[in-house]
Protein backbone atom coordinates (compact mmCIF):
# COMPACT_ATOMS: atom_id res chain seq x y z
CA UNK A 1 0.00 0.00 0.00
CA UNK A 2 1.32 3.59 -1.30
CA UNK A 3 0.19 5.75 2.23
CA UNK A 4 -0.27 9.45 0.33
CA UNK A 5 1.99 12.02 1.88
CA UNK A 6 0.25 14.84 3.95
CA UNK A 7 0.16 18.23 2.91
CA UNK A 8 2.83 20.42 4.31
CA UNK A 9 1.52 22.51 7.32
CA UNK A 10 1.30 25.88 7.29
CA UNK A 11 3.77 27.84 9.63
CA UNK A 12 0.15 29.87 11.57
CA UNK A 13 -0.49 25.84 11.88
CA UNK A 14 2.48 25.03 13.32
CA UNK A 15 2.65 27.87 15.63
CA UNK A 16 -0.65 26.84 16.83
CA UNK A 17 0.20 23.21 17.44
CA UNK A 18 3.73 24.74 19.26
CA UNK A 19 1.10 26.93 21.22
CA UNK A 20 -1.02 23.82 21.79
CA UNK A 21 1.83 21.17 22.93
CA UNK A 22 3.56 23.82 25.53
CA UNK A 23 -0.08 23.86 27.43
CA UNK A 24 -0.85 19.88 27.81
CA UNK A 25 2.90 19.60 28.65
CA UNK A 26 1.82 21.95 31.58
CA UNK A 27 0.01 19.55 32.74
CA UNK A 28 2.59 16.35 32.04
CA UNK A 29 1.43 15.54 28.57
CA UNK A 30 2.93 14.88 25.18
CA UNK A 31 1.76 14.26 21.85
CA UNK A 32 1.97 10.47 20.55
CA UNK A 33 2.24 11.64 16.71
CA UNK A 34 5.30 13.76 17.05
CA UNK A 35 7.42 10.70 18.29
CA UNK A 36 5.30 7.21 16.87
CA UNK A 37 7.51 6.27 15.17
CA UNK A 38 10.65 6.68 16.84
CA UNK A 39 8.43 4.56 19.79
CA UNK A 40 7.22 2.08 16.98
CA UNK A 41 10.59 1.59 14.53
CA UNK A 42 10.09 -0.54 11.78
CA UNK A 43 12.99 -2.75 12.85
CA UNK A 44 15.93 -2.23 15.98
CA UNK A 45 17.75 1.20 16.03
CA UNK A 46 20.11 0.82 18.74
CA UNK A 47 21.65 3.54 20.37
CA UNK A 48 24.40 1.04 21.45
CA UNK A 49 27.71 1.24 18.75
CA UNK A 50 29.51 -1.38 18.09
CA UNK A 51 32.81 -1.30 19.77
CA UNK A 52 35.83 -3.52 20.86
CA UNK A 53 38.45 -3.02 23.63
CA UNK A 54 41.60 -5.01 23.49
CA UNK A 55 43.24 -6.70 26.17
CA UNK A 56 46.67 -5.70 25.85
CA UNK A 57 45.41 -1.81 26.73
CA UNK A 58 42.29 -3.40 29.32
CA UNK A 59 45.58 -5.88 30.96
CA UNK A 60 47.62 -2.26 31.53
CA UNK A 61 45.11 0.01 32.30
CA UNK A 62 43.44 -2.26 35.10
CA UNK A 63 46.71 -3.04 36.35
CA UNK A 64 46.94 1.15 37.18
CA UNK A 65 43.80 0.75 39.15
CA UNK A 66 45.53 -1.70 41.23
CA UNK A 67 48.01 0.72 42.23
CA UNK A 68 45.43 3.27 42.93
CA UNK A 69 42.96 1.89 45.10
CA UNK A 70 42.56 -1.25 46.79
CA UNK A 71 40.06 -4.02 46.37
CA UNK A 72 38.47 -3.81 50.09
CA UNK A 73 38.20 0.27 49.73
CA UNK A 74 36.77 -0.33 46.19
CA UNK A 75 34.71 -3.21 47.06
CA UNK A 76 35.10 -4.19 43.90
CA UNK A 77 38.07 -3.28 41.32
CA UNK A 78 36.35 -3.00 38.31
CA UNK A 79 36.88 -0.48 35.01
CA UNK A 80 33.29 -0.52 33.35
CA UNK A 81 33.25 -1.34 29.60
CA UNK A 82 30.93 1.57 28.56
CA UNK A 83 29.72 1.76 25.26
CA UNK A 84 30.43 4.76 23.61
CA UNK A 85 26.94 4.97 22.03
CA UNK A 86 25.41 5.01 25.66
CA UNK A 87 28.22 7.15 27.94
CA UNK A 88 27.52 7.42 31.10
CA UNK A 89 25.15 4.80 31.47
CA UNK A 90 27.16 1.92 32.58
CA UNK A 91 26.78 -0.33 30.28
CA UNK A 92 27.62 -1.98 27.15
CA UNK A 93 24.40 -3.14 25.65
CA UNK A 94 20.81 -1.40 26.76
CA UNK A 95 19.98 -4.36 28.96
CA UNK A 96 23.54 -5.35 30.25
CA UNK A 97 26.82 -4.38 32.48
CA UNK A 98 30.29 -5.36 31.83
CA UNK A 99 33.30 -4.56 33.45
CA UNK A 100 36.95 -5.62 33.95
CA UNK A 101 37.50 -6.89 37.63
CA UNK A 102 41.56 -6.96 38.82
CA UNK A 103 42.43 -8.98 42.27
CA UNK A 104 45.72 -8.72 43.89
CA UNK A 105 47.18 -11.78 45.43
CA UNK A 106 46.00 -11.39 49.13
CA UNK A 107 43.25 -9.13 48.51
CA UNK A 108 39.34 -9.75 49.48
CA UNK A 109 36.81 -8.60 47.49
CA UNK A 110 34.39 -8.75 50.36
CA UNK A 111 31.03 -10.83 50.68
CA UNK A 112 27.70 -9.55 49.58
CA UNK A 113 24.48 -10.44 47.76
CA UNK A 114 22.44 -8.34 45.09
CA UNK A 115 19.22 -8.85 43.13
CA UNK A 116 21.20 -8.32 40.10
CA UNK A 117 22.81 -11.32 38.15
CA UNK A 118 26.60 -11.65 37.55
CA UNK A 119 28.52 -14.21 35.35
CA UNK A 120 32.55 -13.80 35.55
CA UNK A 121 34.56 -15.01 32.37
CA UNK A 122 38.22 -15.63 33.83
CA UNK A 123 41.02 -14.00 31.39
CA UNK A 124 44.31 -13.99 32.95
CA UNK A 125 46.16 -14.94 36.25
CA UNK A 126 46.05 -18.05 38.36
CA UNK A 127 45.30 -18.47 42.35
CA UNK A 128 41.98 -16.52 42.98
CA UNK A 129 38.59 -18.10 43.77
CA UNK A 130 35.42 -16.89 44.18
CA UNK A 131 32.95 -18.06 46.72
CA UNK A 132 28.95 -18.55 45.84
CA UNK A 133 26.64 -19.57 48.78
CA UNK A 134 29.08 -21.35 50.99
CA UNK A 135 30.93 -23.22 48.35
CA UNK A 136 34.25 -21.63 46.82
CA UNK A 137 35.89 -22.49 43.37
CA UNK A 138 39.45 -22.09 41.94
CA UNK A 139 39.47 -19.60 38.98
CA UNK A 140 40.97 -20.88 35.70
CA UNK A 141 41.11 -18.92 32.51
CA UNK A 142 38.05 -19.48 30.46
CA UNK A 143 35.88 -20.83 33.30
CA UNK A 144 32.42 -19.61 33.28
CA UNK A 145 31.25 -18.76 36.63
CA UNK A 146 28.17 -17.36 37.80
CA UNK A 147 26.56 -15.19 40.79
CA UNK A 148 22.50 -15.86 40.15
CA UNK A 149 20.31 -13.42 42.05
CA UNK A 150 20.35 -12.66 45.75
CA UNK A 151 23.40 -15.27 46.29
CA UNK A 152 25.98 -14.29 48.37
CA UNK A 153 29.68 -13.89 47.07
CA UNK A 154 32.92 -13.03 47.55
CA UNK A 155 36.33 -13.20 45.63
CA UNK A 156 39.77 -13.45 46.89
CA UNK A 157 43.33 -14.03 45.41
CA UNK A 158 45.81 -16.84 47.17
CA UNK A 159 48.18 -16.83 44.74
CA UNK A 160 51.33 -14.99 43.64
CA UNK A 161 49.91 -13.21 40.23
CA UNK A 162 47.09 -10.75 39.43
CA UNK A 163 43.87 -12.33 38.59
CA UNK A 164 41.72 -10.10 36.00
CA UNK A 165 37.97 -11.58 34.73
CA UNK A 166 35.10 -10.27 32.87
CA UNK A 167 32.17 -9.45 34.70
CA UNK A 168 28.58 -9.56 33.11
CA UNK A 169 25.51 -8.39 34.78
CA UNK A 170 21.75 -7.73 34.14
CA UNK A 171 22.40 -3.93 36.00
CA UNK A 172 20.97 -2.27 33.31
CA UNK A 173 18.16 -5.03 33.41
CA UNK A 174 17.12 -4.85 36.96
CA UNK A 175 17.31 -1.07 36.60
CA UNK A 176 15.00 -0.49 34.06
CA UNK A 177 12.43 -2.37 36.66
CA UNK A 178 13.52 -0.45 39.79
CA UNK A 179 13.89 -3.80 41.21
CA UNK A 180 17.48 -3.55 42.86
CA UNK A 181 18.33 -4.58 46.33
CA UNK A 182 21.81 -5.29 47.62
CA UNK A 183 23.42 -5.87 51.12
CA UNK A 184 26.84 -6.58 52.51
CA UNK A 185 27.96 -9.80 54.81
CA UNK A 186 29.16 -8.91 58.26
CA UNK A 187 31.82 -11.18 57.36
CA UNK A 188 34.42 -10.43 54.61
CA UNK A 189 34.79 -14.09 53.50
CA UNK A 190 32.25 -16.83 53.04
CA UNK A 191 32.67 -19.56 55.49
CA UNK A 192 33.12 -22.48 53.81
CA UNK A 193 29.24 -24.81 54.25
CA UNK A 194 30.85 -27.17 51.49
CA UNK A 195 34.16 -28.61 49.91
CA UNK A 196 35.41 -27.17 46.24
CA UNK A 197 33.32 -29.35 43.69
CA UNK A 198 30.32 -29.94 45.50
CA UNK A 199 27.83 -28.62 43.43
CA UNK A 200 29.38 -29.50 39.72
CA UNK A 201 29.29 -33.00 41.55
CA UNK A 202 25.77 -32.75 42.68
CA UNK A 203 24.16 -30.82 39.72
CA UNK A 204 26.75 -30.68 37.05
CA UNK A 205 27.17 -34.88 36.06
CA UNK A 206 23.62 -35.35 34.28
CA UNK A 207 22.36 -36.17 38.09
CA UNK A 208 20.48 -33.79 40.56
CA UNK A 209 20.16 -35.10 44.17
CA UNK A 210 16.63 -37.44 44.35
CA UNK A 211 14.66 -34.91 45.97
CA UNK A 212 15.54 -31.85 43.90
CA UNK A 213 12.81 -30.04 41.44
CA UNK A 214 13.98 -27.12 40.67
CA UNK A 215 11.04 -24.11 39.01
CA UNK A 216 11.41 -23.69 35.84
CA UNK A 217 12.95 -19.96 35.73
CA UNK A 218 15.47 -20.96 38.82
CA UNK A 219 19.41 -20.48 37.99
CA UNK A 220 21.27 -23.29 38.42
CA UNK A 221 22.85 -24.58 40.74
CA UNK A 222 26.40 -25.29 38.85
CA UNK A 223 27.95 -22.47 39.60
CA UNK A 224 31.05 -23.05 37.49
CA UNK A 225 31.41 -24.30 33.61
CA UNK A 226 35.10 -25.56 33.64
CA UNK A 227 36.96 -24.45 30.47
CA UNK A 228 38.27 -27.57 29.86
CA UNK A 229 34.68 -29.09 29.60
CA UNK A 230 33.37 -26.49 26.90
CA UNK A 231 36.28 -27.03 25.31
CA UNK A 232 36.59 -30.79 24.99
CA UNK A 233 32.60 -30.06 23.60
CA UNK A 234 33.37 -27.84 21.00
CA UNK A 235 36.60 -29.68 19.54
CA UNK A 236 34.55 -33.14 19.88
CA UNK A 237 31.49 -31.58 17.79
CA UNK A 238 33.92 -29.76 15.58
CA UNK A 239 34.47 -33.12 13.84
CA UNK A 240 30.87 -33.11 12.85
CA UNK A 241 28.58 -30.38 10.57
CA UNK A 242 29.35 -26.88 10.90
CA UNK A 243 26.39 -24.85 10.94
CA UNK A 244 27.20 -21.75 7.69
CA UNK A 245 26.17 -18.72 10.46
CA UNK A 246 27.60 -19.85 13.82
CA UNK A 247 30.40 -22.20 13.10
CA UNK A 248 30.30 -24.95 16.15
CA UNK A 249 28.16 -23.01 18.63
CA UNK A 250 26.81 -24.40 22.07
CA UNK A 251 24.57 -22.30 24.54
CA UNK A 252 25.15 -22.67 28.30
CA UNK A 253 22.32 -24.46 30.10
CA UNK A 254 21.26 -25.23 33.40
CA UNK A 255 21.35 -28.92 33.33
CA UNK A 256 18.56 -29.66 35.49
CA UNK A 257 16.11 -27.43 33.65
CA UNK A 258 17.51 -26.78 29.89
CA UNK A 259 17.09 -23.30 30.25
CA UNK A 260 19.60 -20.54 30.67
CA UNK A 261 22.26 -21.15 33.65
CA UNK A 262 20.10 -17.55 35.23
CA UNK A 263 16.79 -16.23 33.69
CA UNK A 264 18.22 -12.66 32.46
CA UNK A 265 21.30 -14.03 31.30
CA UNK A 266 22.29 -16.22 27.99
CA UNK A 267 25.92 -17.79 27.77
CA UNK A 268 27.45 -19.39 24.09
CA UNK A 269 30.49 -21.03 23.64
CA UNK A 270 31.57 -21.47 19.75
CA UNK A 271 34.24 -22.92 18.04
CA UNK A 272 35.72 -21.46 14.25
CA UNK A 273 38.26 -23.58 12.56
CA UNK A 274 41.06 -21.88 10.81
CA UNK A 275 39.84 -19.96 7.82
CA UNK A 276 36.35 -20.22 8.66
CA UNK A 277 34.15 -17.44 7.49
CA UNK A 278 31.01 -17.17 9.05
CA UNK A 279 27.99 -15.69 7.44
CA UNK A 280 26.06 -12.60 7.99
CA UNK A 281 23.23 -12.97 11.06
CA UNK A 282 21.38 -10.13 12.89
CA UNK A 283 19.60 -11.14 16.12
CA UNK A 284 17.86 -8.97 18.07
CA UNK A 285 20.25 -9.55 21.68
CA UNK A 286 23.08 -7.20 21.43
CA UNK A 287 25.64 -9.20 22.32
CA UNK A 288 29.25 -9.18 24.29
CA UNK A 289 31.71 -11.22 22.66
CA UNK A 290 35.17 -12.50 24.02
CA UNK A 291 37.99 -14.00 21.81
CA UNK A 292 39.09 -16.97 24.94
CA UNK A 293 41.35 -18.35 21.79
CA UNK A 294 43.17 -18.25 18.30
CA UNK A 295 42.91 -14.77 16.29
CA UNK A 296 40.56 -13.62 13.15
CA UNK A 297 38.26 -10.38 12.05
CA UNK A 298 34.93 -9.22 12.71
CA UNK A 299 32.87 -7.09 10.72
CA UNK A 300 29.75 -5.35 12.88
CA UNK A 301 27.37 -3.84 10.30
CA UNK A 302 30.09 -1.69 8.61
CA UNK A 303 32.65 -1.70 10.86
CA UNK A 304 35.57 -4.57 10.79
CA UNK A 305 38.52 -4.85 13.30
CA UNK A 306 41.17 -7.69 13.79
CA UNK A 307 40.75 -9.83 17.23
CA UNK A 308 43.36 -11.61 19.35
CA UNK A 309 43.11 -13.60 22.80
CA UNK A 310 40.95 -11.55 25.45
CA UNK A 311 40.00 -9.02 23.23
CA UNK A 312 36.26 -8.01 24.00
CA UNK A 313 33.65 -6.85 21.45
CA UNK A 314 29.75 -5.70 21.72
CA UNK A 315 27.51 -6.25 18.88
CA UNK A 316 24.52 -4.06 19.19
CA UNK A 317 21.05 -5.44 18.73
CA UNK A 318 20.34 -6.36 14.85
CA UNK A 319 23.49 -5.08 13.41
CA UNK A 320 25.07 -7.90 11.30
CA UNK A 321 27.82 -10.10 12.62
CA UNK A 322 30.68 -11.73 10.34
CA UNK A 323 33.48 -13.52 11.53
CA UNK A 324 36.19 -15.32 10.08
CA UNK A 325 38.94 -17.29 12.17
CA UNK A 326 42.51 -17.05 10.50
CA UNK A 327 43.77 -19.72 13.78
CA UNK A 328 41.49 -21.97 15.62
CA UNK A 329 39.14 -19.59 17.58
CA UNK A 330 36.84 -19.76 20.59
CA UNK A 331 34.38 -17.50 21.18
CA UNK A 332 32.38 -16.52 24.89
CA UNK A 333 29.56 -14.37 24.26
CA UNK A 334 26.78 -13.38 26.51
CA UNK A 335 23.43 -11.25 25.97
CA UNK A 336 19.81 -10.96 27.13
CA UNK A 337 18.62 -13.66 24.79
CA UNK A 338 16.30 -15.75 27.67
CA UNK A 339 14.72 -13.01 28.25
CA UNK A 340 13.69 -12.04 24.95
CA UNK A 341 12.38 -15.72 24.45
CA UNK A 342 10.50 -15.70 27.52
CA UNK A 343 8.62 -12.66 26.33
CA UNK A 344 8.59 -13.71 22.53
CA UNK A 345 10.54 -11.01 21.09
CA UNK A 346 13.78 -12.64 20.40
CA UNK A 347 14.20 -12.71 16.38
CA UNK A 348 17.22 -13.69 14.26
CA UNK A 349 17.95 -13.07 10.64
CA UNK A 350 19.90 -15.19 8.86
CA UNK A 351 21.13 -13.56 5.80
O1 LIG B 1 31.78 -8.99 41.73
O2 LIG B 1 30.02 -8.65 42.92
O3 LIG B 1 31.51 -5.75 38.04
O4 LIG B 1 28.65 -6.49 42.60
C1 LIG B 1 29.78 -5.05 39.47
C2 LIG B 1 29.05 -5.24 40.64
C3 LIG B 1 31.10 -6.97 39.99
C4 LIG B 1 30.75 -8.36 41.99
C5 LIG B 1 30.80 -5.92 39.17
C6 LIG B 1 29.36 -6.30 41.47
C7 LIG B 1 30.38 -7.19 41.14
Known amino acids: MNAA ?64 ISAEEAE ?19 SLYAGLQLILPGEVAPAHRHTQSALRLVLDGEGAYTAV ?26 GNEPVVWLDGLDIPTVRFLD ?8 LSSQQALRPEGDALARYGANMVPVDYAPK ?46 MPTIGAFAQWLPAGFETRPVQATDGTVVVCLEG ?5 VGYQSWRFHESDVFVVPSWQALQLRADRDALMFSFSDRPVQQALGLWREQRL
Request: charged content about 25%; overall charge positive.
Open 76 to 94: RRVLILENPGLRGQSCITQ
Open 216 to 261: PADPTRVFVYPFERTRASLQAIAHGASDPHHGFKLRYVNPATGASP
Open 295 to 299: SGEVN
Open 179 to 186: AGFAEKSE
Open 5 to 68: KPDPVSLSAQRERAAYYERIAANHMTPLWEVLHALVPTQPKSPAQAAIWRYAELREQVLEAGRL
Open 133 to 158: DGERTTMRRGDFIITPSWTWHDHGNL
